[in-house]
T-cell receptor, first 115, second 115 residues
């Protein structure tokens, strides 16, 4: 089975630009969650997508948005980039259906630098 | 609101010595608990998980953790560490719904294994 893959691995953007990060979930998983990990910090939950809809959001502004596709892959979009958006963005997939959950498996992350 | 506190930001230890990384959490409901490891410039890898049942949980690479409900702790232990265990370790809890893709992480503990 394939694991969670993210692209690109590194990205440099200018303040005010927009960025799209991509994630392919692990085979058999139906849920994708996105996390932001600032340098020296623990990951922070941005949002989760389940059945192609947002299924919960952390404390992040609306300029952080996402999509989930029928094959369960996902995109994270960030508009109007700010310097503080510089971080490692992690994607995690899991299987979720009410009482049934698997643990989350993480990708290698995308390192975003905003200059 | 749920939270996770990792009590030590850095733990230096000599090779082949035992180690304990401490984690306390706060939650008004039963939660799932996890320990993840992060090697430099990589994503998160699951070490072990507590969902229910036995309070002593064994994971990969010789790690184990003990769930203590009365003390709301989930400390990670290894009887003999190796140089290759040098990494960042994160304790996490699931959100109150039990959705394992929605995790609240601690700030992390850097384990530094010295020869």
């Amino acid at each position: 089975e394939t694991g969670v893959t993210q692209s690109p691995t590194h990205l440099i953007k200018t303040r005010g630009q927009q960025v799209t990060l991509r994630c392919s979930s692990q085979s058999g998983h139906n849920t994708v969650s996105w996390y932001q990990q600032a340098l020296g910090q623990g990951p922070q939950f941005i949002f989760q997508y389940y059945r192609e809809e947002e299924n919960g959001r952390g404390n992040f502004p609306p300029r952080f948005s996402g999509l989930q596709f029928p094959n369960y892959s996902s995109e994270l979009n960030v508009n109007a980039l700010e310097l503080d958006d510089s971080a490692l963005y992690l994607c995690a997939s899991s299987f979720y259906r009410g009482e049934v959950n698997t643990e989350a498996f993480f990708g290698q992350g995308t390192r975003l630098t905003v200059v | 609101a749920q939270s996770v506190t990792q009590l030590d930001s850095q733990v230096p230890v000599f090779e082949e010595a035992p180690v304990e990384l401490r984690c306390n959490y706060s939650s008004s409901v039963s939660v799932y608990l996890f320990w993840y490891v992060q090697y430099p410039n990589q994503g998160l890898q699951l070490l072990l998980k507590y969902l229910s049942g036995s309070t002593l949980v064994k994971g990969i690479n010789g790690f184990e953790a003990e769930f203590n409900k009365s003390q709301t702790s989930f400390h990670l232990r290894k009887p003999s560490v190796h140089i290759s265990d040098t990494a960042e370790y994160f304790c996490a809890v699931s959100d109150p719904s039990g959705n394992t893709g929605k995790l609240i992480f601690g700030q992390g503990t850097t384990l530094q294994v010295k020869p």
